[in-house]
């Protein structure tokens, strides 16, 4: 096994990371919004995706590689943006770069990523995605283009299910306030995480360095109103075409549910869609990825690249999404539980997890090809 045998799932690591690192921390990665009924129907609902077994099938050989834009990847698998990664373990972003790089699996960065995005491009050289929240200025948003495209990222991805800062509770509770305020409660719950406090002593705190030429982050007193203000509040089609015209590589729209934001989105020559929402941290109400992957037309399916996240969690995850005609599955929160859970080696441990599982399940299913997974197993 190439991973620790006291943490041999994601679901063990997530136990662990809750120990390891200070709770605004741990809330703010973990917690879906209101009543998290969205963050637990991401999960009941995979768990109910059941798969035929197919024997009398030699599956002593499986290959795990996925197409994705003209790229082949080793794995199905791709690790989805997540704001203030660092947060949760400092080196967590620069790690997973370099963890993705070496098994040859997308890492997309976020725009409130907090490590140079000049950086991430040289760690991850073959395998580095930007995603994008719109800045509403435009020559913003075309200077940021400008820098993905000279530091040669791979595939850019615009997320649009954030019309509205979410409102959530644990982290208003926790007094998670950015800039960060040395509250006694906030150094109380650093002082109970020594590794954790080492580390991110020796790194700094995390700051959005991204996005320090485009205003005086280091002197606003509220964040959530500068971002406010910085970016757009519902993001247009209209806007979407523009970048089109502005990036000629492989472009995705994350955060769509809908068939018809999705046909939309399709026609105006969009090359994929990471159909999530968000991991359950926006709309309480939402439907889960599954639900939305079944209310999808066949031939949306196969005309578009559809990437499915929200709720992965095991190898046996990434197989489901595929049946349900996904291309590859992604996850946030089981790379970071990961990092939390195993410090810099943890990008590593998780991904060969996920290349365990999803072997043996591809072996029990008879599926000896992922690209060549399909409904016929469910
Ligand atoms: C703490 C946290 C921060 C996130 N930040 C971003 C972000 O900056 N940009 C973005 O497009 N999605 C962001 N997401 C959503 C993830 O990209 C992804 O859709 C979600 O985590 C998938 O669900 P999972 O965590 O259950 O795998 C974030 C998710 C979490 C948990």
């Not at 954030?162 to 950015?178: F, M, S, T, Y």
Request: proline share 4%; glycine share 8%.
């Amino acid at each position: 096994m190439k991973y620790n045998l006291r943490m041999p799932a994601v679901a063990d690591m997530e136990r662990h990371a809750k120990k390891r690192i200070p709770r605004f921390a741990w809330e703010y990665l973990s917690s879906g919004i209101s009543a998290e009924l969205g963050l637990q129907r991401n999960r009941t609902h995979l768990e109910d995706v059941q798969l035929w077994p197919r024997y009398l099938t030699d599956v002593g050989t499986i290959d795990t590689s996925c197409d994705l834009f003209g790229h082949k990847y080793d794995l199905g698998l791709g690790i989805s943006p997540v704001g203030l990664s660092n947060m949760m373990w400092p080196t967590a972003e620069r790690e997973l770069a370099k963890a993705a790089q070496a098994a040859n699996i997308p890492y997309t960065l976020s725009t409130m990523g907090t490590t140079r995005l000049e950086e991430i491009a040289k760690l991850a050289p073959d395998v580095a995605w930007y995603q994008l929240y719109v800045p509403r200025d435009r020559e913003v948003m075309k200077d940021i283009i400008n820098r993905v495209k000279q530091a040669k990222y791979k595939a850019l991805v615009i997320t649009v299910d954030i019309p509205v800062g979410a409102k959530r509770d644990k982290e208003l509770k926790n007094g998670l306030i950015l800039p960060f305020k040395y509250t006694p409660r906030i150094v109380g719950q650093t002082l109970r995480c020594p590794t954790w406090l080492m580390k991110t002593l020796s790194q700094g705190i995390p700051r959005f360095i991204n996005l320090e030429p485009y205003g005086d982050l280091k002197n606003i007193k509220h964040l959530s109103e500068f971002l406010t203000q910085f970016f757009m509040s519902g993001v247009t089609l209209e806007r979407i075409k523009e970048i089109r015209a502005l990036w000629d590589g492989p472009l995705l729209v994350k955060g769509l549910m809908c068939q018809k934001d999705i046909q939309q989105c399709h026609e105006i020559g969009i090359d994929g869609v990471v159909v999530s929402n968000h991991g359950g941290r926006q709309l309480d109400g939402a439907p889960s990825s599954v639900q939305s992957m079944q209310q999808l037309d066949d031939k949306l399916k196969s005309d578009l690249t559809i990437i499915m996240d929200s709720g992965v969690r095991t190898g046996l995850d990434i197989v489901r999404c595929k049946a349900l005609g996904a291309k590859a599955a992604f996850s946030g929160r089981s790379f970071l539980f990961a990092m939390a859970a195993a410090g810099d080696d943890g990008g590593r441990q998780v991904i060969e997890i996920f290349r365990d599982e999803m072997t043996r399940t591809m072996q029990q299913i008879g599926c000896t090809q992922f690209d060549a997974l399909n409904d016929s197993w469910l």
